[in-house]
């Protein structure tokens, strides 16, 4: 199974960015796709996580109303669009696999991609 996420870069606040997930080795329909965020130094925290059945979960607050995830199964691609971009969404962002519902914690997902960095700077 591989994973791998792109579309990271440097933006202004304010701005917006899109990442993408692509996987290969698994049928995605019976998996959540999750991403997460990581600031060095710190574990990974849970952004947003879009269920096989498409329903999606927010873990943070502030997340709501500025990021919004997709997947779409037959192209092995998620895609996470990040809005109004602020200074602490800086961070390395990662897309995760769970054969099961979403999770909040990174030891619950199955595999992992490499991640890509955002810096939200002016």
């Known amino acids: 199974v591989q994973l791998q996420a792109s579309g990271g870069g440097l933006v202004q606040p304010g701005g917006s960015l899109s990442l993408s997930c692509t996987w290969s080795?698994?049928?995605?329909?019976?998996?959540?796709i999750a991403w997460f965020r990581q600031v060095l130094g710190r574990g990974r925290e849970a952004v947003i996580c879009v269920s096989g059945s498409g329903g999606s979960t927010y873990y943070t607050d502030s997340d709501k109303g500025r990021f919004t995830m997709s997947r779409v199964n037959s192209r092995n691609t998620a895609t996470l669009r990040m809005n109004s971009l602020k200074p602490e969404d800086t961070a390395v962002y990662h897309c995760?696999?769970?054969?099961?519902?979403?999770?909040?914690?990174?030891?619950?997902?199955?595999?992992w991609g490499q991640g890509t960095k955002v810096t939200v700077s002016s």
């Open positions: 995760a696999l769970r054969l099961s519902s979403c999770h909040r914690q990174e030891g619950e997902y199955d595999y």
């Open positions: 080795g698994v049928t995605a329909n019976y998996y959540s």
